[in-house]
Structure formats: C-alpha cells, structure tokens
C-alpha cells in the first residue's frame, strides 16, 4: 500500500533545493552510534488517536541561575516548559550540601528553591535529587564523602531529611515534589561501598519519603545504565527490583537515563517491565525519562527523534545537560545561548538567544496542537516522527528526525479518509526544516518554510520521502485536509 515516488516529484524539488553537503563537527560521546545510513518507513496513522498533547519532552535537568527571574520567562513558556531536576549540583563554597555543614545546605537549598518557584511558576513537575542535596560532589573521591549508612548508622541522613522536609514545608514547597532517590548509584557503584548497601539506603530513604514527607512520592532507580545495555551490571537491576518488592518500596514512577547512542525507549521500557514482573511488581505507572539526549544527540534532528519516543509512551522527560560549574545552571540545557558562555562563561550576561535546537521545541510547544496519533519509527530504529491531528485548523502536522545519520527513509502517513479525504487524489503539503547551528552556543537561524506542493496519492495513504544529507536538521510536514 504505497504510492507512487513519482507522485512527490514536486515535494522533492523542494527538498533536493535546500539540503546542505556538509556538516558542522559535532561533540562525539562513547555511547556514540556507529554511521550507518538511514532508511525504512515510519509510520504514521490517522486512525488511531492517542489524546491531546502534553509536551513530554519539554523538561529540563538543572539549567535555570540562581536569579529566577534571570532567564526572560518567555523563553521558558515558549517552549512549553514543564518538568525540572534539580539539587544544586556542582555548586562551590558556600553551596556545597549538607555534609559541608548546615549553611553549605542552605546554599544549595536557596538555589533548589529558586528552581521550584520558576518551575511551579509555568505548572511544572520537580524532582528533587537528594545526592546533590547532600553534596557528595564536593569531595576529591567517594571515599571521603561520608554515605548515608556509613558504620550502621542512618542517624546524620534523617537529620538531614527531617531538616529539608521542615524547610520545603515552611516555604509551601510540597505540590508536585517528587524525590530522585540517588543519582546514577550504579555509576561508581554507590560510592564504592557497593549494591547491598545501595539497596539498604534505597529501602531506607524511600520508607522514610513517604512516611515522613506530605504526599511523599519517589522516583527512582536513576541508574545509568538502560537494562538493554546493563551487561554485567543487570544484577543492579533485578536485585533492585526484587528488593522494592519485598519491602514495598516500589517508587511512585520508575526512572530512567535515555542516553545511549544505540536503541530505543519501546526496548529499555519492555526490557524493564520484563524485570519487574519477574520480581512480582505489575507496574502500570509513568516512566519518568530523567535525562535524554547525549552531547551528540543535542540537534535538531535528534531533538525531534527524541519527542517521539517520549510521546510513544507518554513518557514525561527531561533534557540532558552537559555543562559544569555555574553554567549548569543557566542556558536551560543549552536550549539557549550567550555571548559569555563556554570558556568565556559568565554568570552576569543576561543577553540570552536561542541555540540549535530551540526553534525544534517551539514548534512542538505551539504548532503540535490537537490530538496525538499512533507513530512508529522506521525498522532501523533510526528516524521517527510524532504527528498530530488540529482538526479547527484541519491540518495534520508531522514532526520528523533522526540519530545524527544520513540518508533516505520515508513518512507513510496511513487512514487519509480518517480526516474526510478520499481514497486517493491530491493533497496539499507544506514543509518546513528547523536549521541547525555550527557549536552549541550558537544562534540559530529561525525555521526555513520550503513551500507547499501539490502531492498525488492512492490507496488511502501518501508517502514523503525524507533525504537526509545533514545529519544534524529537522523537519516538519503540514498536510492539509
């Protein structure tokens, strides 16, 4: 059931006009994918309605100042902005935690509590990372920061919880509050002390959480590592699992860091869901997508590939963010840029623009409007599209991408007669590629509209064809109905 190649003629035109040669270097990562060309079929089908979007994708990992009120808010709202993570990470003297001592806590608590009221500002999620809270990213190695459990004790840790719990509900900080047990324990495998004592402080924190805390919610394991990938380390996974299920201690949404340059969320998720039946846990709930998108995947084309698999299973998810020090904490997870940023950093420019994938997220804040449809990614895993039925506006809209590859693969947009278009005929179609930038901090050029074109179809389906020739744009195709 596809239509004629020849049938887009006039819509390739279009897009053969405009694809660039080349592409700007970009930060590689070990958890890079191979090249390999793109190709297949994503699938996308009108039929089947899946509820009014909710901009998934558009929280962020840290990336607001200390000032909240430094960031112009309309580059929040523009994008939909709606879920943080935050702790106070990577913050010097005298914000380094609690284990420095009570005012190295407030430090790092004045800027948690800054990030909440701007996050609570536009109706956001917060998720409140307790290891940086108590600040064992101020220490040379794990084995100087003092763990919570060290020589049998949890007695310092509950302090330090009853402590946060009084201040965040002296300041009406509850609402929306969910608490990331520990950050990545399977990296550096909990301070070196090991999985026992993990699953020991995780029991702990999480029965105290919800006990002590109003409307204690948790979020966790935060590992790493995705259970497809685990290797060697699949034990954290299965022992963690069997653990929450034998002291009821199963988090209110199961985490996860979707950062590999390989894979996909259906995979992780199944694989995940296949771990916690074994344990005896029937988990129905959110999976919380703590951080997506490597350095190398922070592009249009990837950005938009990323919306999709967090859409696919209404999965709320936050952007990566791989700055350090202050600059952590500004640029909202270099969706923005600035003259003083990089090596030139500097905490005081406030004249902020939008960077290479900014534009990708207006869009999807404000043009994907009406109902979400069912899409699926191409064979290879490598491109996918998220797609939208505005039926006031009558229009189908079509966000597409792709890892960071090259090469051809189509759009199959199924059940035309859905939205009241015949069998076959003519249709309208309109494109628009999102540019990318050279570096990071760069500004980007706005979105390009390539033109409308008169697309012939058959067989109650029409096909785009993508030809990627730089790995780093997006597109977005508007169909008319």
Do not use: C
Not at 3 to 14: A, H, N, P, R
Not at 72 to 95: A, K, T, Y
Request: overall charge negative; hydrophobic content about 35%; cysteine-free.
């Amino acid at each position: 059931m596809v239509s004629s190649i020849q049938s887009l003629k006039g819509l390739l035109l279009v897009l053969n006009a405009v694809f660039p040669t080349a592409q700007a270097s970009l930060t590689r990562e070990p958890r890079e994918l191979g090249r390999r060309d793109l190709m297949g079929t994503s699938n996308v089908f009108l039929g089947d309605r899946t509820g009014a979007p909710k901009n998934m994708a558009s929280g962020i990992l840290l990336g607001l100042p200390l000032n909240g009120s430094q960031i112009p808010d309309h580059f929040l709202s523009d994008v939909g902005f709606n879920n943080m993570r935050s702790g106070g990470s990577q913050l010097g003297e005298p914000r380094r935690g609690w284990t420095r001592g009570y005012e190295e806590f407030l430090g790092r608590y004045e800027s948690l509590k800054s990030d909440y009221e701007v996050t609570r500002r536009h109706g956001g999620g917060f998720q409140i990372m307790i290891h940086d809270m108590w600040g064992i990213d101020s220490y040379g190695s794990p084995e100087e920061v003092p763990y919570p459990g060290d020589n049998g004790s949890y007695e310092d840790f509950d302090n330090f919880l009853d402590t946060f719990f009084e201040l965040l509900i002296q300041d009406d900080m509850v609402e929306n509050v969910r608490w990331d047990i520990w950050n990545e324990p399977d990296n550096g495998e909990f301070g070196n002390r090991g999985l026992d004592r993990y699953l020991e402080y995780y029991v702990h924190a999480h029965q105290k959480i919800v006990r002590d805390f109003p409307g204690g919610k948790t979020t966790g394991p935060s590992f790493g590592r995705l259970p497809n990938f685990a290797g060697d380390m699949i034990n954290w996974f299965t022992e963690w699992a069997s653990r929450v299920a034998e002291n009821d201690a199963v988090p209110d949404q199961v985490s996860l860091h979707f950062l590999y340059g390989d894979g996909d969320l259906t995979t992780s998720i199944n694989q995940f869901v296949g771990i916690l039946s074994d344990a005896g846990i029937n988990y129905n709930g959110t999976w919380n997508i703590q951080e997506y998108g490597n350095p190398d995947q922070q592009i249009p084309s990837t950005a938009v590939w990323n919306i999709a698999q967090l859409e696919r299973h209404n999965a709320p998810g936050l952007r990566a963010n791989w700055r350090g020090g202050l600059e952590l904490h500004d640029l909202l997870a270099n969706l923005l840029g600035k003259e003083g940023s990089g090596d030139q950093y500097d905490i005081n420019d406030v004249d902020y623009w939008p960077a290479r994938e900014y534009p990708v997220y207006v869009y999807y804040h404000q043009e994907m409007t009406g109902e979400r449809v069912r899409t699926e990614m191409t064979e290879d895993t490598l491109a996918d599209s998220f797609a939208v039925i505005d039926d006031s506006a009558r229009r189908v809209r079509i966000l597409a991408g792709s890892r960071p590859q090259t090469g051809t693969w189509n759009i199959q947009v199924n059940d035309l007669d859905t939205v009241g278009l015949a069998e076959s005929g003519n249709i309208m179609v309109r494109t628009i590629k999102f540019n990318t930038a050279p570096g990071i901090y760069d500004r980007v050029a706005d979105p390009e509209d390539l033109g409308t074109s008169t697309v012939a179809y058959q067989q109650n389906n029409v096909i785009l064809e993508v030809r990627q020739t730089d790995p780093a744009e997006a597109w977005a195709f508007e169909l008319e109905f």
